[in-house]
C-alpha cells in the first residue's frame, strides 16, 4: 500500500481507531488532515504521524478543532484541509460516540446526539467533499460497528445511527460508482477504545472487555491498528474493485450465536 502525494482527511484522531488509523497512513506516505474535538490529543496523534512518517516530504499533519455534529464546523473542515493541499483523495468519516439506552431510556436529545455525531456528520462532510473525490477518483470509507449489523440490547440510539451509515455507505456506492468513487466501511467489534467508557466506570469496563472471551470466535477483542489496517487497504488501490461493502472487523462476532 502506498499514499505517497495522496491526501487523506481522517475524522476522530485524538484516540482509538482514529489515532491508529492517522499513523497507519503516515506510515504509508499520506499527506493528514486530522480532526477532533481534543486539540490536546490531535497534538500528541499529529507527533506520533510525524515520527513514523514514511517522507519528510508528507510534512505535519493539518490539526483542525472540530465539532462533526456541528455543520459549520463540518464545512470548516472542508475548507482547511482544501486551503492546505488543494485537493482530497481519501475521506475517512471515523468520528463517533456510543451512549447506553432502551426504548424507554433515551431521550430525544440523546437519540439526536446519536445521530448527528455518528450519521448525519458522515453524511454532510461527505456531501461537501465528494466533488473533490470526484475529481481524484478517491473514496470514501466509513467507520461502522458491529452493531450495525447486529442489534444488541441498551444501545438502541447507537444502533440506528451505525444501521444507517451501513445503508449510506451502500446508496453511495452505487450513486457514484460510475463516476469511480468508491465507497466502503469497517463494521469494528469490540475494540479496545475509549468508546465503551463514556458510560461504563472502570469495574465495568474491564467485565465488558472479559466478555470478549465469549462474545467473539477468536476469543479476544480487538486493538486499533487491526482496524486501522483494513481502513488503509480499502483506501488503496489493493481494493480497486471493492465498493458498497461493510467489512466486520470483529474477530468473528458477527457469526457468534447471541449471549
Known amino acids: 500500500m502506498n499514499f505517497t502525494n495522496k491526501v487523506v482527511l481522517v475524522t476522530g484522531t485524538a484516540s482509538g481507531i482514529g489515532t491508529a488509523t492517522a499513523v497507519r497512513f503516515s506510515e504509508l506516505g499520506a499527506k493528514l488532515a486530522i480532526v477532533d474535538l481534543s486539540a490536546e490529543g490531535l497534538k500528541t496523534t499529529a507527533k506520533n504521524c510525524i515520527k513514523c512518517a514514511k517522507s519528510k516530504d508528507q510534512g505535519e499533519p493539518l490539526q483542525i478543532v ?23 483523495d481519501v475521506l475517512v468519516n471515523n468520528a463517533g460516540i456510543m451512549e447506553d439506552g432502551t426504548i424507554e431510556t433515551t431521550c430525544l436529545e440523546q437519540f439526536d446526539r446519536m445521530i448527528h455525531t455518528n450519521l448525519r456528520s458522515q453524511f454532510y462532510l461527505s456531501l461537501i467533499l465528494v466533488p473533490e473525490l470526484l475529481k481524484t477518483k478517491g473514496n470514501i470509507v466509513n467507520t461502522s460497528s458491529i452493531c450495525g449489523m447486529r442489534s444488541f440490547p441498551n444501545t438502541l440510539a447507537y444502533n440506528i445511527s451505525k444501521a444507517g451509515v451501513d445503508h449510506f455507505t451502500r446508496c453511495v456506492a452505487l450513486e457514484l460508482g460510475d463516476r469511480g468513487l468508491r465507497c466502503n466501511c469497517v463494521n469494528p467489534g469490540v475494540i479496545y477504545t475509549n468508546l465503551q467508557k463514556r458510560y461504563l466506570d472502570e469495574n465495568g469496563y474491564k467485565e465488558f472487555l472479559k466478555k470478549s472471551k465469549y462474545t467473539h470466535a477468536l476469543e479476544r477483542y480487538g486493538q486499533p491498528i487491526e482496524v486501522a489496517n483494513v481502513i488503509c487497504f480499502l483506501a488503496s488501490d489493493l ?8 467489512i466486520p472487523v470483529d474477530g468473528g462476532r458477527h457469526a457468534m450465536t447471541p449471549r
Open 66 to 88: 472540530g465539532d462533526v455534529s456541528k455543520p459549520e464546523d463540518l464545512e470548516c473542515i472542508a475548507k482547511s484541509t482544501l486551503k492546505k493541499y488543494k485537493q482530497l
Open 239 to 246: 481494493a480497486s474493485f471493492i465498493t458498497g461493502h461493510n
